[in-house]
């Protein structure tokens, strides 16, 4: 087997893309697979050696062959100029915000980001005197208004955490970035390979390993890939941290990535199958899922998305909380618990009107959250019936 050329690797389709990328087997003596890479020192063999900058692995921080693997071939498949590893996907999200502020600045954050990236602009940022407004998801090119003298990032989610608001991103970051702002993305729900985040104008985007690439709730990881603009800064702010990933968790994520875009589509057509289900049930008031037809955000998902991963969110009817805690108590195949991207179903109820302070949450009913996993869907429904059944009885 001949050693891939750049030109052909260049041209190769996502699938291909998917088997190949981050692996040199004439490296590892023939094996398939980078192997775990566990290491602190790095032994130079002369002086010049030790002194040499270009030098392709110095010290554990800065890499290891199994983490390389990683960082190219997450780049090939984001169309990014280079990706950094973090140790889980918050640890993501800070990583890229630190890489884009400074003391005094004011950032953009979507009123729809993951709650945790709330907490840490609440806290550290806001201790750092870098002040966060949260801003309407459905904001689109009005971002431009809010864009102060000191504004240095947008930050935008889409899906929403939850509630699955669709974001304009191409019309937010022409705004942004006419005033020379950074445009950060958490495309954690939707992958590199169901949005390209750097052709649709992200500068930073990131990807919490813990769901889809790990794909089997066994890990946690974070990814942040850059465009050629942002490259060089991110790379630095990643060095001067050290906040690096352990070899094992980076092994299993490479192992995760060969299968990902089967298991997204399984994902994509389960979630979807169930969602239309949903549709059909009296108990049932909206179904939070960008990809169906008719939902709220589905234009812009058709637009700018070329598919939809496992997770959306329902909202029922009024019924009482004790009723809900009735359906879901008895759930025998739904897990519930945070997380998702894994290969087994899951549920949990919520409430955004808890935490949001741009917008009013007030959907009419209780909402739940489904993760749909590789399980028959036959018997998901068939649980689900049950739970519906209990619904009804205690409410
Ligand atoms: C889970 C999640 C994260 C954080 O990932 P962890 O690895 O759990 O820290 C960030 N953003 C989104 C959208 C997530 O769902």
Same mark, same amino acid.
């Given at each position: 087997?001949?050693?891939?050329?750049?030109?052909?690797? =260049?041209?190769?389709? /996502?699938?291909?893309? %998917?088997?190949? &990328?981050?692996? +040199?087997? #004439?490296?590892?003596? *023939?094996? $398939?697979?980078?192997?775990?890479?566990?290491?602190?020192?790095?032994?130079?063999?002369?002086?010049?050696?030790?002194?040499?900058?270009?030098?392709?692995?110095?010290?554990?921080? =800065?890499?290891?062959? /199994?983490?390389?693997? %990683?960082?190219? &071939?997450?780049? +090939?498949? #984001?169309?990014?100029? *280079?990706? $950094?590893?973090?140790?889980?996907?918050?640890?993501?999200?800070?990583?890229?915000?630190?890489?884009?502020?400074?003391?005094?600045?004011?950032?953009?954050?979507?009123?729809?980001?993951?709650?945790?990236?709330?907490?840490?602009?609440?806290?550290?940022?806001?201790?750092?005197?870098?002040?966060?407004?949260?801003?309407?998801?459905?904001?689109?090119?009005?971002?431009?208004?809010?864009?102060?003298?000191?504004?240095?990032?947008?930050?935008?989610?889409?899906?929403?955490?939850?509630?699955?608001?669709?974001?304009?991103?191409?019309?937010?970051?022409?705004?942004?970035?006419?005033?020379?702002?950074?445009?950060?993305?958490?495309?954690?729900?939707?992958?590199?390979?169901?949005?390209?985040?750097?052709?649709?104008?992200?500068?930073?985007?990131?990807?919490?390993?813990?769901?889809?690439?790990?794909?089997?709730?066994?890990?946690?990881?974070?990814?942040?890939?850059?465009?050629?603009?942002?490259?060089?800064?991110?790379?630095?702010?990643?060095?001067?941290?050290?906040?690096?990933?352990?070899?094992?968790?980076?092994?299993?994520?490479?192992?995760?990535?060969?299968?990902?875009?089967?298991?997204?589509?399984?994902?994509?057509?389960?979630?979807?199958?169930?969602?239309?289900?949903?549709?059909?049930?009296?108990?049932?008031?909206?179904?939070?899922?960008?990809?169906?037809?008719?939902?709220?955000?589905?234009?812009?998902?058709?637009?700018?998305?070329?598919?939809?991963?496992?997770?959306?969110?329902?909202?029922?009817?009024?019924?009482?909380?004790?009723?809900?805690?009735?359906?879901?108590?008895?759930?025998?195949?739904?897990?519930?618990?945070?997380?998702?991207?894994?290969?087994?179903?899951?549920?949990?109820?919520?409430?955004?009107?808890?935490?949001?302070?741009?917008?009013?949450?007030?959907?009419?009913?209780?909402?739940?959250?489904?993760?749909?996993?590789?399980?028959?869907?036959?018997?998901?429904?068939?649980?689900?019936?049950?739970?519906?059944?209990?619904?009804?009885?205690?409410?």
């Amino acid at each position: 087997m001949a050693k891939l050329s750049d030109e052909t690797r =260049k041209a190769l389709r /996502t699938r291909t893309r %998917l088997v190949t &990328a981050g692996r +040199e087997p #004439a490296e590892q003596f *023939g094996f $398939v697979n980078t192997p775990i890479y566990r290491g602190s020192t790095v032994l130079a063999p002369t002086v010049a050696a030790l002194h040499d900058r270009q030098a392709r692995f110095t010290y554990g921080t =800065k890499g290891t062959p /199994t983490t390389e693997a %990683l960082e190219k &071939a997450w780049t +090939e498949i #984001a169309g990014a100029a *280079g990706t $950094v590893l973090a140790p889980t996907g918050l640890a993501a999200v800070t990583l890229a915000l630190m890489t884009a502020v400074k003391s005094g600045d004011h950032i953009l954050v979507t009123d729809s980001a993951y709650g945790p990236t709330r907490h840490f602009c609440d806290t550290i940022l806001a201790r750092m005197g870098i002040e966060t407004s949260y801003y309407d998801p459905l904001v689109g090119a009005r971002i431009g208004d809010l864009i102060r003298e000191n504004t240095s990032v947008v930050l935008v989610e889409a899906p929403g955490s939850q509630s699955f608001e669709m974001q304009d991103i191409p019309a937010i970051a022409e705004e942004a970035h006419k005033r020379g702002l950074c445009v950060i993305m958490d495309n954690t729900w939707a992958t590199p390979l169901f949005f390209p985040p750097h052709e649709r104008g992200v500068d930073l985007a990131i990807e919490a390993g813990t769901k889809y690439l790990s794909g089997h709730s066994d890990l946690m990881l974070g990814l942040v890939s850059a465009n050629p603009a942002w490259w060089r800064k991110l790379r630095s702010t990643f060095d001067a941290f050290a906040m690096c990933a352990g070899p094992e968790d980076v092994f299993l994520a490479l192992r995760g990535l060969r299968t990902m875009e089967l298991r997204l589509r399984e994902a994509e057509r389960q979630g979807l199958a169930l969602a239309h289900w949903f549709k059909t049930r009296p108990e049932v008031a909206q179904v939070l899922h960008p990809a169906l037809p008719g939902a709220p955000g589905h234009d812009i998902w058709k637009r700018d998305f070329l598919g939809a991963s496992g997770l959306f969110s329902i909202v029922l009817n009024p019924f009482s909380s004790k009723a809900v805690a009735a359906m879901l108590d008895g759930l025998e195949l739904f897990g519930m618990g945070y997380s998702w991207g894994g290969y087994e179903s899951l549920v949990i109820p919520f409430d955004c009107a808890t935490y949001r302070t741009a917008t009013t949450w007030n959907p009419g009913g209780p909402a739940l959250r489904f993760q749909i996993g590789l399980e028959d869907i036959e018997d998901l429904k068939e649980d689900l019936e049950r739970g519906f059944e209990r619904l009804r009885q205690a409410d």
